[in-house]
């Protein structure tokens, strides 16, 4: 299964709504994770199974979709989210997307 | 606490190999399923290998990229992975990552740099 994400690049204002997309080349059944990646750190597990929060992980994450088309959206950013964000797959193999960095506007 | 600590990493000529090992403490290593994902320097994360519990007979899995060229194996009296790396190419060069994935257990190490470059 092949991940696409959308868009690669994304800046955007401290506070806004912030909507990423993760696309499936076939249909992913809910196994479906959100990474998030600073600069010089492994990254790290924000949602699993489509829509559950990791421990620790603050409410304003969150994620949403089914078949082949996921979302991960921040309800407001701030600026400790400037962040390369990855989508992973595991219903068949194991796949990453390709990533969509985040920017303060 | 949880920790994975990669060793091991270092500059290889193509075609040679190198072998990376992953100690862990902090949870029951025995029962764990154990990963390798790479990191490329375009920032492409890759999963590479998995190697499953006794109870599950050791059986590992490949990405096909590395299909007969890497082997992962374990010692579970030692709590640890690691990763044989053979018949390298520079497109193996990364971060590789020791790693748990296993929904909300889930863990990585810092990571450690190969690089095959002649």
């Known amino acids: 299964i092949q991940l696409t994400q959308s868009p690669s690049l994304l800046s955007a204002s401290v506070g806004d709504r912030v909507t990423l997309s993760c696309k499936g080349s076939q249909n992913i059944n809910n196994y479906l994770a959100w990474y998030q990646q600073k600069l010089g750190e492994a990254p790290k597990l924000l949602i699993y199974n489509t829509n559950s929060l990791q421990t620790g992980i603050p409410s304003r994450f969150s994620g949403s979709g089914s078949g082949t088309d996921y979302t991960l959206t921040i309800s407001s950013l701030q600026p400790e989210d400037v962040a390369t964000y990855f989508c992973?797959?595991?219903?068949?193999?194991?796949?990453f997307g390709s990533g969509t960095k985040l920017e303060i506007k | 606490e949880v920790q994975l600590v990669e060793t091991g990493g270092g500059l290889v000529q193509p075609g040679k190999s190198l072998k990376l090992t992953c100690a862990t403490s902090g949870f029951t290593f025995s029962n764990a399923w154990m990963d390798w994902v790479r990191q490329s320097p375009e920032k492409q994360l890759e999963w590479v290998a998995q190697?499953?519990?006794?109870?599950?007979?050791?059986?590992?899995y490949y990405a096909e990229s590395v299909k007969g060229r890497f082997t992962i194996s374990r010692d579970d009296s030692k709590s640890s992975v690691y990763l044989q790396m053979n018949s390298l190419k520079e497109e193996d060069t990364a971060i590789y990552y020791c790693?748990?994935?296993?929904?909300?257990?889930?863990?990585w190490g810092q990571g450690v740099m190969v690089t095959v470059s002649s």
């Open positions: 790693t748990i994935l296993d929904g909300p257990f889930d863990y």
């Open positions: 992973y797959q595991y219903n068949n193999g194991y796949t």
């Open positions: 190697i499953k519990d006794k109870s599950n007979n050791y059986a590992t």
